[in-house]
């Protein structure tokens, strides 16, 4: 496939998603709550379902795993050898915080690995895409488009981290850095920062799931990243349990 053919496509798929959920953001909503107690608001199921229809009009006969949508079992699953992965909002919390990072997440994943991916920030007007061999982009809320590149880091790391989910074991593995500045990001965005050269590690040793981050790993990987395992091996996807290991983002 080449995956210049349907970016374009995809890239309005997510800005459509993206004015729904800005106009929801933009209003008075409620927000509920699921089995978990993660957050969820009328922005994820609008998000979700814009993206659906979307891609199923895109590719009628590639499969689609969303958080929205999560419930399919895995004798079905496993078969699938390419698949839409979406995250219709990631960084809910800081949706419902209205810190404005927060983001709507496409990824196509083949064998294993996420080979295009399209992030947009709504409220920041920010948008991140790349593919597999053809680098990465951003389009800044002016509408500027530029490509992406990730930078060889200095000797004072800029480590980003989350502002919701900076556990007890990611502050020691930061401290284990030596002298370095923190680069606080909400949601995706944190490899985001890697991918355009504003940061140079991102270790996530906490729960996430595989829509959390497939897109955006599409798009550092694209920019010159990459994402593995404490075990130093890629992070994959279209396993049986959804859940990610830890893993560290890097850019050079």
Sequence with gaps: ???????????KIADQASERVLHIYQSDFKVDYKADQSPITAADLASHEV????????????????????DIPWEERKHWRRFWLIDPIDGTRDFTQ?????TVNIALIEDGEPVLGVVTAPALKEAFWGAKGEGAHKRDRSGKISPMHVVEAKAIKRVVASKNH???????FIEQVGEHELVQAGSSL????????????????????????????????????KV????????RYGKED???PFFIATGK
């Excluded at 993206?51 to 999560?70: C, N, W």
């Design 1 to 11: 496939m080449h995956y210049s053919s349907i970016l374009p496509d995809v890239i």
């Design 166 to 172: 900076l556990n007890d074991e990611t502050k020691a």
């Design 190 to 225: 944190k490899f985001c920062r890697l991918a355009e050269g504003r940061a140079d590690l991102y270790p996530r040793l906490g729960p996430t799931c595989e829509w959390d981050t497939g897109a955006a790993h599409a798009v550092l990987v694209a920019a010159g990243g």
């Design 242 to 244: 959804l859940l990610n």
């Design 98 to 102: 209205r810190t404005g990072e927060f």
């Design 228 to 235: 593995e395992t404490l075990e130093g091996e890629p992070l």
């Design 51 to 70: 993206i659906v229809q979307g891609l199923r009009k895109l590719t009628p006969d590639t499969p689609i795993l969303s958080e929205e949508g999560a």
